[in-house]
T-cell receptor, first 114, second 114 residues
Framework: KAGVTQTPRYLIKTRGQQVTLSCSPI?????VSWYQQTPGQGLQFLFE???????NKGNFPGRFSGRQFSNSRSEMNVSTLELGDSALYLC?????????????FGSGTRLTVV | GQNIDQPTEMTATEGAIVQINCTYQ??????LFWYQQHAGEAPTFLSY????GLEEKGRFSSFLSRSKGYSYLLLKELQMKDSASYLC???????????????FGTGTLLAVQP
């Protein structure tokens, strides 16, 4: 079966701009979580969506937002980009009813803010 | 607060056995995961422990002690391709377990030498 698909793979933006990243989960997975990965901080939880509802939010400023559509695809948006937002953004999907297969991560979007 | 500790780096020899430890202090607990991440790639699921004890999957085993807030990942018959970062992650607690928020350690970079 197809894995978790994230687009685009790479993105270069200028400070002050906004960006939208997309994540398509594995078919049948209703939960989508987003993470930011940086060399200094590791993987940090941004938010989780389940059945179009945000269930959890991490400690990130309001410039980071997201949504989920009825087909479980999710988008995250970062407004007013700062240099510190440069990171690998990963999304993960799961069948919450069976975590013996864990959470499956997409290949990520590498965002560079200049 | 939420804290997950792992050694930053480890080195081992091809064919040997290595144990990567993880200690955690989190406000909630709904399972512990181990992921492998090669440079520039997405994390891939290795194991999931929710009850105390040892889970074995081929060359990989993972152990959990909830009372001690402790887990380890054991890799046997090390191969060069096992050189990667190993991430310990705790699934946060929540009402009825309804959360897919993972709290990650900063990872252990394992170098396997010939």
């Amino acid at each position: 079966k197809a894995g978790v698909t994230q687009t685009p793979r790479y993105l270069i933006k200028t400070r002050g701009q906004q960006v939208t990243l997309s994540c398509s989960p594995i078919s049948g997975h209703r939960s989508v979580s987003w993470y930011q990965q940086t060399p200094g901080q590791g993987l940090q939880f941004l938010f989780e969506y389940f059945s179009e509802t945000q269930r959890n939010k991490g400690n990130f400023p309001g410039r980071f937002s997201g949504r989920q559509f009825s087909n479980s695809r999710s988008e995250m948006n970062v407004s007013t980009l700062e240099l510190g937002d440069s990171a690998l953004y990963l999304c993960a999907s799961s069948l919450t009813s069976d975590l013996n297969y864990g959470y499956t991560f997409g290949s990520g979007t590498r965002l560079t803010v200049v | 607060g939420q804290n997950i500790d792992q050694p930053t780096e480890m080195t081992a020899t091809e064919g040997a056995i290595v144990q990567i430890n993880c200690t955690y202090q989190t406000s909630g607990f709904n399972g512990l995961f181990w992921y492998q991440q090669h440079a520039g790639e997405a994390p891939t699921f290795l194991s999931y422990n929710v009850l105390d004890g040892l889970e074995e999957k081929g060359r990989f085993s993972s152990f959990l002690s909830r009372s001690k807030g402790y887990s380890y990942l054991l890799l046997k018959e090390l191969q060069m391709k096992d050189s990667a970062s190993y991430l310990c992650a705790v699934r946060d607690g929540g009402y009825g377990g309804a959360t897919n928020k993972l709290i990650f350690g900063t990872g252990t970079l394992l170098a396997v030498q010939p």
